[in-house]
């Protein structure tokens, strides 16, 4: 989910309209990927909720090493997880009707795979954050295509990379996978479960094995308990 510090909507239409979102993913040798954001933001109206300051992006989870701007006109970024995990950046200056500002950065990111043993592969699902009310012009997802085996939705590819391109309305999501043979980077043997929340966010649960061994525990303690307490016979 992509938000800013504004509402987007006012009197019918959109404060605020994405010309280019583009996302290049690296995938390192210890499986976590490196992922670079170029995007180019346009304001339509900076009267109803004031001139553009801040946004805060959606990014896959909050197992990321490090957060980088790139471009000279972050002053700042950071990370907060509310509902999902996210950047938040803060410009170097107000941004003001028919303004447009481009600005990138890079996240280094893991557990974004699951691992599959019988099938000899792990896959990497990734949707990008998406807008509930801003219309995305152009997205481009590029993704290093060294060692890939299969991938879906069909892609050109170009320079090396996998490349997908869409537009979206708002609201709208788009996911890509794509897997690699186990034997093609460090990936951990029992691989991570890989699941998107229904609030937008581009957030994933690490927590079902710890949950699934708590209730065997407790189940083992609670037999136990009845076993060995004393019988009432009425």
């Known amino acids: 989910l992509l938000s800013i510090m504004r509402f987007d909507v006012y009197a019918g239409g959109h404060t605020d309209e994405i010309l280019k979102y583009h996302i290049t993913a690296d995938v390192n040798e210890d499986a976590g990927v490196d992922l670079t954001y ?123 990379y996998l490349t997908w391109q869409t537009s979206l309305t708002p609201g709208e999501k788009y996911q890509i996978s794509v897997s690699y043979p186990l034997d093609s980077r460090n990936f951990s043997n029992n691989g991570y479960d890989v699941n998107y929340d229904n609030k937008g966010a581009d957030t994933y649960e690490h927590d079902g094995d710890f949950f699934y061994y708590l209730g065997v525990v407790v189940g083992v303690i609670i037999v136990l308990a009845i076993c060995f307490s004393p019988v009432l016979f009425i």
Request: charged content about 25%; hydrophobic content about 30%; proline content about 4%.
């Open 38 to 160: 170029n995007i180019s933001w346009k304001v339509l109206d900076s009267t109803s909720e004031g001139p553009l300051e801040w946004v805060q992006i959606g990014i896959p989870n909050n197992h990321y090493n490090e957060v980088v701007g790139l471009s000279d006109n972050i002053s700042s970024i950071s990370t907060k997880s509310s509902g999902g995990t996210y950047a938040v950046i803060y410009f170097d200056r107000k941004y003001y009707e028919g303004e447009v500002v481009d600005f990138s950065f890079r996240v280094n990111q893991g557990y974004m795979y699951q691992v599959y043993p019988e099938e000899g592969v792990a896959e990497y699902k990734f949707t990008p954050g998406w807008f509930d009310d801003i219309t995305v012009d152009n997205l481009t997802i590029k993704w290093q295509e060294k060692d890939v085996d299969t991938w879906t939705p069909s892609c050109i590819i170009d320079e090396g």
